[in-house]
């Protein structure tokens, strides 16, 4: 594992006393940046498995440690440029940069020379990292340096070509092994760490390319000149295309407002798709930052270009690789049913308790004193978001409140956080933004929403629609290692379900099919579902069974009781026993008889437990009675009561007939 500040000793003004951190190393690269700082934790074989990522703003320490935590026996990465969002690593989703660098690789050039040629550049670094096989140099900038800034990849380039870096390692975007993480490149791994700390040297953009040789626009620096524009420009390669006219046009003397209607000429008839205006006139205001250049022919700059390694677009594995792969168990929030950073759902008809399961699940995540939910452990406890958008305030309180008190828990922890009734859904850029910003903040583990329907702001019918959406709203939480679910209404009724209700799903079949797993509730009674687990992604269908709410409305607590479903032979029997004391109870008791003395007199512990009737078990014979009009409802007081209106005994009727 890699501590959330990975000491180590390093040099400052020539003395070894100096502790740096992780968090100290990433405090003074990402100083007064804006967007986000990428963690990518990449496996020993790269055909192990896909490369998990985090996306987190530059205070967020304790989000990172999570993912650290996670990973403790990857290559750890982090992304010199911030990005845009959390959606990729791309250079065009990236910012800006805080240093300028160079990679050292000492296979390639000794240690010696290495540091003659260091000893011989006029300014000296501020951050010397080894990394294993090598050395990481950094040089501090005074101000942020936008990543589409035409003289920022020439000086990576001059910089390397001076003191023989790699020169594969001169992307704005690239991203560098983390101080404190393994290469496990070697056994046994070699930790990188930082050998020489001075972030008091921040250097002028213009003190460095001062520094360099010259840089020369069209011969001797390895690269040809930028290619013409193509006819066609496609997605990704759009910001860094356009980003190289731009800077020809602005050294030449054009006005960003020039710049920003020649590009969004280019955009319209090149760009497929093409970007939204704002984002064009902001590359044409960040390129006008920068003064004129007095040359009539300003140096280019090579956009960098998309990896060429075959099948590199996706988590690849071919022959011998697919029998090797090791398949990792999930980190299970609760074993068996919610696992970490995956969608889950929890579906069912109306009046089917769904809400009740999600708000239980969220105190059981939050409370560090609940050990299971539904039976299972709980192995992941810390902050849990519940989002209610249909019972208000009030109604929300309520229930958490019971369901503490139902632990035995006077208190709730900060870690529990109800967000009632939002002003905006996920729809909406800011909300969901704000979201994310907050989550991030607090180190949010679990985001339970109550209900997908009111939340997502779109329409959920249509699966190209929602597959879009989940992408931009689902998927980033996902990529923060968050749990997400969300409860989902089941109900519109297909051909062929002979009017059963649970037999069909509401909207898009994109909704279930991105889900991980799902809890379906079958409405039994306003206390009580059947609980079916029946998508099981990471794991094996389990044996649920029949969830009651234990607690009525006046009582001060509620606790969920799960019980196995009992065989269709015992639970008719127990019905049949059921409906036959009910009927002699409500005959003793002419006024009526409230659910205190049905359990005093079915499931009194002092009768053989063989012989006890639980309320699932009478909960469902007392709603047939009041349906047949045998019962009639009311309320005695606060509590739920029931008198007997038409007794079938004496109207000649048998209980066995039907």
């Known amino acids: ?294 040359e009539a022919t300003p140096p280019t700059t090579e956009t960098p270009t998309e990896t060429t390694a075959p099948w590199a677009w996706a988590a690849s594995f071919q022959g011998e690789a697919i029998m090797r792969a090791i398949i990792t168990r999930p980190r299970f929030v609760i074993d068996e049913l919610f696992s970490q950073g995956h969608q889950h759902a929890v579906v069912g008809a109306a009046g089917a308790c769904k809400s009740w399961v999600l708000s239980a699940l969220v105190v059981a995540v939050a409370c560090p004193e609940v050990t299971t939910f539904l039976g299972q452990p709980v192995h992941v406890h810390g902050p849990a978001v519940l989002e209610s958008w249909e019972q208000g305030p009030d109604e929300d309180l309520r229930r958490l409140q019971k369901l503490l008190r139902g632990h035995g828990l006077t208190a709730a922890p900060d870690t529990l956080i109800l967000q009632s009734r939002p002003f905006l859904t996920l729809q909406d850029d800011g909300a969901y933004a704000a979201r994310l910003r907050d989550f991030e903040a607090a180190g949010v583990i679990l985001y339970a929403c109550d209900s997908l329907s009111e939340a997502a702001g779109i329409e959920l019918n249509d699966n190209t629609r929602y597959s879009a959406w989940w992408r931009a709203r689902v998927q980033p939480l996902l990529d923060h290692n968050i749990t997400v679910v969300f409860t989902h209404l089941r109900g519109h009724l297909k051909p062929g379900t002979s009017g059963d209700p649970d037999a069909a799903v509401r909207g898009a079949t994109q909704i279930r099919a991105l889900c991980t797993s799902v809890l379906e509730c079958r409405h039994l009674s306003p206390t009580m579902t059947l609980l079916l687990h029946n998508k099981h992604r990471d794991t094996g269908a389990l044996p649920l069974g029949i969830l009651t709410l234990m607690g009525g409305h006046g009582e001060p607590t509620i606790t969920l009781d799960l019980r196995a479903a009992p065989t269709a032979a015992a639970s008719n029997a127990k019905r049949d026993r059921a409906r036959r004391e009910l009927l002699t109870l409500a005959r003793q008791h002419p006024a009526g008889i409230t659910r205190a003395l049905i359990d005093g007199a079915l499931s009194a512990s002092g009768r053989p437990k063989a012989e006890r009737i639980s309320k699932r078990i009478y909960g469902p014979v007392i709603e047939d009675l009041v349906k047949e009009e045998v019962f009639q409802a009311f309320t005695l007081g606060r509590a739920d009561a029931w008198r007997l209106i038409r007794d079938p005994d004496a109207s000649g009727e048998s209980e066995d007939d039907d």
């Not at 501590?3 to 003395?15: E, H, S």
């Not at 010199?80 to 300028?100: F, I, M, P, Q, W």
């Not at 690239?174 to 496990?184: A, D, F, I, Q, V």
């Not at 760009?271 to 006008?288: H, K, S, T, Y």
Request: aromatic share 6%.
């Open 1 to 294: 594992m890699i501590p959330p500040t990975a000491p180590r000793r390093a040099r400052a003004n020539g003395v070894a006393d100096v502790t740096v951190g992780l968090e100290d190393f990433l405090a003074v690269l990402f100083h007064d940046a804006r967007g986000k700082v990428e963690l990518r934790a990449v496996p020993r074989d790269r055909g192990d498995g896909p490369v998990p990522t985090c996306f987190s703003d530059p205070g967020a320490a304790a989000w990172r440690a999570g993912f650290l935590t996670t990973h403790p026996t990857k290559h750890i990465y982090f992304g010199v440029a911030t990005r845009r969002d959390g959606s990729s690593g791309k250079l065009e989703n990236c910012l800006d940069v805080g240093a300028v660098w160079v990679d050292l690789d000492f296979a390639k050039i000794s240690e010696e020379e290495a540091r003659t040629r260091l000893a011989a550049f006029p300014l000296p670094p501020s951050i010397a990292l080894r990394s294993g096989g090598g050395a990481h140099l950094y040089w501090l900038l005074v101000q942020r340096l936008a990543v589409l800034d035409p003289r920022l990849r020439p000086l990576l380039v001059a910089l390397a070509r001076a003191l023989h870096g790699d020169p594969a390692v001169v992307d704005p975007a690239r991203c560098l092994r983390l101080p404190g993480s393994k290469n496990w490149k070697y056994n046994p791994p070699r930790e990188a760490f930082i050998s020489s700390w001075h972030p008091e040297r921040r250097y002028t953009l213009d003190a460095l390319l001062a520094a360099v040789p010259p840089i020369e626009p069209h011969a001797g620096n390895g690269h040809a000149p930028a290619p013409p524009v193509e006819e066609t420009i496609p997605d990704g390669q759009r910001n860094a295309t356009l980003a190289s006219p731009a800077g020809s046009m602005r050294r030449r003397g054009m006005t960003p407002e020039e710049i920003a209607v020649a590009l969004a000429e280019v955009n319209r008839n090149r760009c497929r798709p093409p970007l939204p205006d704002d984002e064009v006139e902001a590359i044409a205001r960040n390129i006008g930052r920068y003064a004129p250049a007095d």
